[in-house]
């Protein structure tokens, strides 16, 4: 039992690792940020049905019910996906991340709200520390800021995210949890089709092995093991401990884009990350 659990966590850890590569790739990929998306959730939607037809996992909605469910979450997921590339593309990579991975406190603060768990008090402290870590992170308050647009667009994909996870929990176990990505991005992709005619690609050739890894490593591979750890996790746990993405994000950054967070940037993202650290271990007593 021991074993099963360590190899859970050991799987959660990878799709942290994995996804975390988001970062450097939404900031690197010289796309339109719509027309990147596509491409990630269509790439990421073939890889898919391709792995469950050589698994043999049914692909089949169980009941006509759960297709509102999975309509909506996947208009999350997509909604999460573009404005979270927008805040990579207005800021950098550390604060696009660091402002998205508001998610935890904001899924806990919500989870009461689709689950039977009982509201804390304590989150609503943590929430406020969240704040403070985002007012440290924006340089200045002016809505002409494109940093400040790029937090904004974080917390917002930070919204987005928290939400599509909690409406995917009662979801997790009835379906596969490669099924259900598979599911969400060919969603997004048919949504997004219009992009493709109204704007310019005219440098997609060059873009081509970056937009595999994105759709292949990224998301096929890192949030369908992020999915199914749900079955073994709560959503809040599970997001917590993929706290560790931002950081392996700004490592990925310091490497391959050379980008140096600012000392508001270490100190607005610790106080985000320390919030993560708290609820983690509230949530181990509890």
Request: hydrophobic fraction near 50%; proline fraction near 4%.
């Amino acid at each position: 039992m021991k074993n099963q659990h360590n190899n859970h966590l050991l799987l959660l850890g990878l799709a942290t690792i994995l996804i975390s590569t988001s970062g450097t790739l939404g900031k690197f990929i010289d796309l339109p940020t719509p027309v990147t998306i596509w491409f990630r959730s269509a790439l990421a939607a073939i890889f898919l049905f391709v792995f469950c037809r050589i698994r043999k996992l049914s692909i089949k909605i169980h009941s006509k019910k759960d297709i509102p469910t999975l309509l909506i979450s996947s208009l999350l997921l997509g909604g999460h996906w573009v404005t979270y590339f927008y805040a990579l593309k207005l800021s950098n990579v550390a604060i696009g991340m660091l402002s998205m991975f508001t998610f935890p406190v904001i899924t806990a603060l919500l989870e009461p709200f689709f689950t039977k768990s009982k509201f804390n008090p304590t989150h609503i402290i943590l929430a406020l520390v969240v704040l403070l870590g985002i007012y440290i992170l924006a340089p200045e308050f002016n809505f002409e800021s494109d940093h400040l647009k790029g937090i904004l667009f974080g917390v917002f994909s930070a919204f987005c995210y928290a939400i599509r996870n909690l409406i995917l929990k009662r979801h997790v176990d009835n379906y596969n949890g490669t099924v259900i990505m598979m599911m969400q991005s060919l969603i997004v992709s048919i949504i997004l089709i219009p992009v493709l005619f109204k704007m310019d690609i005219s440098n997609l050739q060059t873009q081509i092995p970056y937009l595999l890894i994105l759709g292949l490593v990224t998301t096929a591979i890192g949030h369908s093991l992020f999915i199914t750890s749900l079955k073994y996790f709560s959503v809040s746990t599970a997001s917590i401990i993929g706290s560790a993405q931002p950081i392996c994000g700004i490592i990925i950054a310091f490497i391959f884009l050379n980008e140096i967070p600012t000392i508001n940037t270490f100190i607005g993202g610790a106080l985000i990350l320390g919030t993560v650290i708290i609820e983690s271990i509230r949530s181990k007593k509890s």
